[in-house]
């Protein structure tokens, strides 16, 4: 399992769009394989930071999920709201492997080695 983790700092005049923006993607990472775990905007502090995270099973189903970028149609058009608004101002990408609460092992049955 492999997730995503997107940093975008983004016009914070511009939030309607990059909600729009967000929802478009958390129905096309859900249809194409992925788990979108949802968009965190800001709302106390920085006000101009958001972040992304979303999970693919592997990271060669994400690279099958990526390879539609600038093709896909439904891609094109969710850029496309980024791109006219000018709601990102720039974004990083980083790829993480989660430990989630699914993984914790009961201390009773731990052993030391």
Do not use: N
Request: aromatic fraction near 12%.
């Amino acid at each position: 399992m492999i997730t995503c983790v997107v940093t975008y700092t983004i016009d914070p005049e511009k939030i309607d769009a990059f909600e729009e923006f967000a929802r478009a993607w958390m129905r096309l990472v859900d249809r194409h394989g992925g788990t979108h775990h949802g968009y965190f905007l800001p709302s106390e502090g920085a006000s101009d930071q958001a972040l992304a995270l979303f999970t693919f099973p592997s990271l060669a189903e994400y690279e099958v999920y990526r390879a539609r970028f600038g093709v896909d149609p439904e891609f094109v058009e969710a850029d496309r709201i980024r791109d006219e608004s000018g709601c990102v101002l720039r974004y990083e990408r980083t790829f993480m492997r989660p430990l989630l609460p699914t993984d914790l092992v009961p201390e009773a049955t731990r052993t030391e080695g």
